[in-house]
């Protein structure tokens, strides 16, 4: 897994970070939390959680502003897998804000993930709110 998200970061040219996220993961409390840079205003972040079953996150950030000098915002959806007894399989909505540390390769966030189940059976899931603490690599919007 740390391979293939090595090699993940090293395709793109944007800013990268990596770290952990703790809170509501897909029903677990833990996730090596990472995201890549694919445009100037938009991203990939992708989660691995780990906890009572294993989930899958892959999210598209299609907004990604700047809220001031260390401040951004951020907004998006995209699939997420839950592998357990039962598997669940749905969509995931995110909402997010993250502080960039000056002189520091370092970002705090906290987001917000509700989750529609299409599969196993169909259900929503209004929490998955969530801390994350991520080493930023390559450089960052200002």
């Known amino acids: 897994m740390i391979l293939a998200l090595t090699s993940l970061f090293s395709l793109s040219v ?9 809170g509501d993961v897909l029903g677990n409390d833990f996730a090596i939390d990472a995201m890549v840079g694919i445009a100037d205003y938009s991203r990939v972040h992708v989660d691995v959680s780990f906890g009572n079953g294993v989930g899958v996150e892959a999210l598209w950030d299609f907004l990604y502003r700047p809220l001031g000098e260390s401040f951004n915002w951020y907004v998006g959806a995209g699939p997420s897998l839950y592998i357990d007894d039962p598997l669940w ?4 909505g995110e909402v997010g804000l993250e502080y960039h540390f000056d002189g ?3 970002a705090i966030g906290a987001d917000w993930r509700p989750t529609f189940y299409i599969i196993d059976e169909t259900d929503f899931h209004g929490g998955g709110f969530g801390v994350n603490l991520r080493w930023v690599f390559g450089g ?3």
């Open 14 to 22: 944007k800013a990268q970070e990596v770290g952990v996220r703790w």
């Open 89 to 92: 399989l749905g969509v995931s």
């Open 104 to 106: 520091v390769p370092l």
């Open 140 to 142: 960052r919007k200002k």
